[in-house]
């Protein structure tokens, strides 16, 4: 929940000069539905993609305040955020937790992310969704559990065709806006779990063509140690993304880390 129209225009204005020289990598924004046409607007002639942050499981009908996946794809947009922790009500570490009520409102489950996957897909637009554990759940050692049950019923009654084009992300709730990331070594385990429930629902090749971020406090000074591994495809960026010249880093140390040798 950042950034005016006015503020989305500035920072696009900024941040598409230091993406001239920058390839082999595909970069998506963003921003929040009041700003998204006129960031679609700004990008236009760039290899910038646009993405909506949420969207709803059906095209029309009367659910004021929702956002459809035909109204994204007729913005322009090409990809969109699916069950982000924050919408499940799954919040990381932060100054001032909303009341339990308010955070309830909060209300994405795995049923209504599987919901939204696949009226995206029907629109055409590349659905990223993620899928992670609360420090609860990682202190009792659930987090494989967790994040495979999270991977089936999102992808439920989609076809493996789908399943290879869209993109999972891995987001540890504990990290997000923690300060301190998941370890790599710990996040390309799971990771590996996210994509190995893909093979095992999907079929291997299914497994092998999914593209499956980190996300979690992602930085300029972090991202070159997640993408050293071939398991990782990318980084979803929360706050680190609000700053053209931070983003354009880590955009750039990520295309570098994969121009050469990973583990």
Same mark, same amino acid.
């Given at each position: 929940?950042f950034?005016?129209?006015?503020?989305?225009?500035?920072? /696009?204005?900024?941040?598409?000069?230091?993406?001239?020289?920058?390839? %082999?990598?595909?970069?998506?924004?963003?921003?929040?539905?009041s700003?998204?046409?006129?960031?679609?607007?700004?990008?236009?002639?760039s290899?910038?993609?646009?993405?909506?942050q949420d969207?709803?499981?059906?095209n029309?009908?009367?659910y004021?305040?929702?956002?459809?996946?035909?109204?994204?794809?007729?913005?322009?947009?090409?990809?969109?955020?699916?069950?982000?922790?924050?919408?499940?009500?799954r919040?990381g570490p932060?100054?001032?937790?909303?009341?339990a %009520?308010l955070?309830?409102?909060l209300a994405?489950?795995?049923?209504?992310?599987?919901?939204?996957?696949k009226?995206?897909l029907?629109?055409?637009?590349?659905? *990223? /969704?993620?899928v992670?554990?609360?420090?609860?759940?990682?202190?009792?050692?659930?987090?494989?559990a967790?994040?495979?049950?999270?991977?089936?019923?999102?992808?439920?009654?989609?076809?493996?065709?789908?399943?290879?084009?869209?993109?999972?992300?891995?987001?540890?709730?504990?990290?997000i806006?923690?300060?301190?990331?998941?370890?790599?070594?710990?996040?390309?385990k799971?990771?590996?779990?996210v994509r190995?429930?893909?093979a095992?629902?999907?079929g291997?090749?299914?497994g092998?063509?999914v593209?499956?971020?980190?996300?979690?406090?992602v930085?300029?000074?972090?991202? %070159?140690?997640?993408?050293?591994y071939?398991?990782?495809d %990318?980084?979803?960026?929360?706050?680190?993304?609000?700053?053209?010249?931070?983003?354009?880093? *880590?955009?750039r140390?990520?295309?570098?880390?994969?121009?050469?040798k990973?583990?």
């Open positions: 929940m950034k005016t129209v006015g503020e989305a225009e500035e920072f /696009v204005t900024a941040f598409l000069p230091l993406m001239k020289d920058i390839s %082999g990598v595909d970069v998506v924004i963003c921003p929040p539905a700003a998204l046409l006129a960031t679609k607007q700004a990008l236009e002639g290899v910038v993609a646009l993405g909506g969207c709803f499981w059906k029309e009908d009367a004021s305040g929702q956002i459809s996946p035909r109204m994204l794809a007729d913005i322009g947009c090409s990809y969109v955020i699916i069950g982000h922790s924050e919408k499940r009500g919040l932060r100054k001032d937790p909303p009341p %009520g955070l309830s409102a994405d489950n795995d049923e209504s992310v599987n919901a939204k996957a009226a995206a029907a629109e055409r637009l590349t659905p *990223i /969704v993620c992670g554990e609360t420090r609860e759940e990682r202190d009792a050692e659930q987090t494989e967790i994040v495979a049950r999270q991977v089936e019923r999102a992808l439920a009654g989609i076809d493996a065709g789908q399943v290879a084009t869209l993109v999972m992300a891995y987001e540890p709730v504990w990290a806006g923690a300060g301190t990331p998941c370890e790599p070594t710990d996040a390309v799971v990771v590996s779990i190995q429930t893909v095992r629902l999907f291997k090749e299914t092998d063509s593209r499956i971020q980190y996300g979690g406090t930085k300029p000074d972090n991202i %070159g140690g997640f993408m050293e071939e398991q990782i %990318g980084g979803l960026v929360g706050g680190a993304s609000l700053d053209p010249r931070g983003f354009a880093t *880590i955009v140390r990520a295309a570098e880390t994969i121009k050469g990973r583990k």
